[in-house]
């Protein structure tokens, strides 16, 4: 099979994959939002993305939408738009009071992060009692990394180095969007640093104090598209991308 083959298969399956868990995670989290009352933390906002599709899922009104992002010129462009949206490093806390929101979420973000455990705590933290957290992250117990370490390549789920030569050479076997346009800068937006097993972090909730971790499964490769429904349905502990919703 030829790797322009090859690389259309797993865009095509990264593809759907990232697009049912961004649509599941969304739908849980609006389950837990009164757009009239309900104040929305977005961490890792970018320029506001989430807020659009809140808006148009449950009616979250900008009043009602907080976000904090690292990228300067993000911030500037959300808060332009007129959203609270403020810049900061998830790293470390978060300027907000004990209980001061019903939602905090974070999709594509614990990856990124140097102290994700840190995050999770700190959103456990600025929740209300019975406030919804959602966390959307990749899984590096799937059975796709298994098989590239038997290969001897570097898991595409992370961690794993910022060289061009490095990233360029394995991108047969990368399933994420491979961008290398920021390779070498001081947070290249495509560099994971800390990647959880379902498992490990279905137990860390539990332990931060959430009293239901509701977790789901998306994308088991190499497994064709049709497939994809049936296995993650029997195995989603082993699936590419997993979500969390929780309850404190």
């Not at 498992?199 to 009293?211: A, E, S, W």
Request: aromatic share 12%.
């Amino acid at each position: 099979m030829s790797q322009s083959i090859l690389r259309k298969y797993w865009k095509n399956l990264y593809r759907r994959t990232m697009s049912l868990a961004y649509e599941k995670a969304f739908s849980e989290i609006g389950k837990g939002i009164d757009p009239s009352t309900a104040r929305v933390l977005d961490c890792g906002a970018y320029k506001g993305q989430g807020f659009a599709r809140l808006h148009d899922h449950v009616g979250l009104l900008k009043e009602n939408y907080f976000g904090i992002e690292w990228n300067a010129s993000a911030v500037e462009c959300a808060q332009t738009n007129g959203l609270q949206v403020r810049q900061g490093d998830l790293n470390e806390e978060m300027p907000f009071d004990d209980g001061f929101f019903s939602v905090c979420y974070g999709l594509s973000v614990a990856e990124h992060l140097l102290r994700p455990c840190r995050w999770i705590r700190e959103c456990h933290r600025v929740l209300r009692d019975d406030g919804v957290f959602g966390n959307l992250t990749p899984n590096i117990s799937n059975y796709f990394t298994a098989f590239q370490l038997i290969l001897g390549r570097m898991p595409s789920s992370g961690p794993y180095p910022d060289s061009n030569r490095i990233v360029n050479r394995d991108m047969i076997m990368h399933v994420n969007n491979g961008s290398v346009d920021d390779i070498e800068d001081e947070n290249p937006v495509h560099r994971h640093h800390i990647i959880f097993s379902y498992l490990t972090l279905q137990r860390y909730l539990h332990d931060v104090g959430f009293r239901k971790v509701d977790g789901f499964g998306f994308g088991v490769y190499p497994f064709p598209a049709f497939a994809q429904p049936i296995v993650e349905r029997l195995d989603k502990i082993h699936c590419h991308q997993m979500v969390f919703v929780c309850r404190k």
